[in-house]
């Protein structure tokens, strides 16, 4: 059988036809017949080769839903036709001290699903068992695909880090990422901002729970909130003057980085130093917490507000994405 997908065949190449033929399912595998993959600003930086690692062709795509066509005969839990989603993360080891303290999102071992590997940009896609998680039946199936990545992003770090009622926090970035943190910041009761380039998404930040929003291309603005956030998520995907940034948080406050800007953050160590602020970083989620945060969206009505096209459109959805232009995740039905 051959899997009809789309790939890059080289970097900042417009996608094209791509057909290729997996060969022996393995005995932990699972076959998924996609209905719907989400569009990450992450296929773009693979697309164009922005982090150095892009093996072409590159089938891009890692926010995938659809239904169970094949299973190897080793996995348990699972039907054929059951709907499921599959995100980032396709494979670890199983083994390490990572992967068995529920932490495989940080395995040394850990198989992305579309570089090395074929992913979501197709009709069928392949992944190790463990990383396949069942769909709640409350979300519907476009909504749900943004979730795989960009939601469990976003909801990792929040839920590691405790954000809870009594905070105020502001998700930097309203993209496919942030618009899906906003709903989580603010169901798990912080008082959230939106801090934002793009003033026009004032009213829809404050239709996904956003108690206020920061357009952080207006000083003033910027200046009546300075020293005054217990937590900032950043989820932008370019560079930024990091030091506005920290300059908004109060002493002992955090800084979480998601969105990958391409340069490296040069902030003056002082600036970390008189306020105490902590900085760190978050990687996608594990599979337990993947089911956790599918759950927490079910329960809470978080779901991703979507613009959804054939997937033969590929190249103008992924247009769009790098323009900034989505509302706010692009998801490529089959
Ligand atoms: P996206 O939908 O394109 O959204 C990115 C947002 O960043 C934009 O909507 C925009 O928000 C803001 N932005 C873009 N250019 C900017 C600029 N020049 N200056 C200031 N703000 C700018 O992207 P996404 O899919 O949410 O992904 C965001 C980032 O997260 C990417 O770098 C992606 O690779 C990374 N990512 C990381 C992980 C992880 O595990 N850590 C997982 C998934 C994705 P405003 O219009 O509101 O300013
Ligand atoms: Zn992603």
């Given at each position: ?53 892009s ?11 659809g ?19 599959i ?20 395995c ?80 798990m ?108 969206a ?8 979507v ?28």
């Amino acid at each position: 059988m051959q899997y009809n997908a789309y790939a890059a065949y080289e970097a900042k190449a417009n996608l094209k036809p791509f057909n290729y033929t997996p060969g022996e399912l393995g005995e932990n595998e699972i076959e998924v017949k996609i209905s719907h993959c989400g569009i990450c600003h992450s296929d773009i930086h693979l697309i164009n080769n922005d982090w150095m690692v892009s093996q072409y062709p590159l089938v891009p795509g890692h926010e995938i839903v659809g239904n169970i066509s094949a299973m190897g005969k080793n996995v348990k839990g699972f039907r054929e036709g059951d709907r499921v989603g599959i995100g980032w993360q396709c494979g670890s080891c199983g083994e390490c001290y990572l992967c068995t303290t529920e932490q495989e999102n940080l395995c040394g071992k850990s198989v992305a699903t579309c570089n090395g590997h074929h992913g979501g940009y197709a009709d069928y896609v392949r992944s190790d068992a463990n990383f396949v998680i069942h769909i709640p039946d409350a979300l519907g199936s476009s909504e749900a695909a943004p979730l795989l990545c960009g939601g469990i992003t976003v909801f990792a770090p929040l839920d590691r880090h405790g954000i809870k009622a009594g905070m105020k926090i502001g998700i930097f970035g309203i993209g496919g990422l942030g618009h899906m943190a906003v709903q989580f910041a603010s169901k798990m009761g912080a008082e959230t901002y939106a801090l934002s380039s793009s003033p026009d998404k004032v009213k829809e930040a404050a239709s996904l729970g956003a108690a206020g929003f920061i357009n952080m291309r207006d000083k003033s603005e910027v200046f009546r909130h300075l020293g005054s956030f217990d937590y900032i998520l950043s989820t932008i995907s370019a560079d930024y003057d990091w030091n506005t940034i920290i300059s908004l948080l109060k002493h002992n406050a955090t800084l979480c980085y998601v969105g990958a800007a391409p340069s490296p953050v040069a902030i003056h160590a002082f600036t970390f130093i008189s306020k105490q602020i902590n900085v760190t970083g978050s990687a996608i989620g594990s599979p337990s917490r993947i089911k956790k945060m599918l759950e927490f969206a079910a329960k809470h009505d978080v779901k991703a507000m979507v613009e959804t096209v054939p997937m033969s459109d590929v190249n103008n959805a992924l247009t769009r994405v790098a323009e900034n232009k989505v509302r706010y995740r692009m998801v490529l039905a089959q």
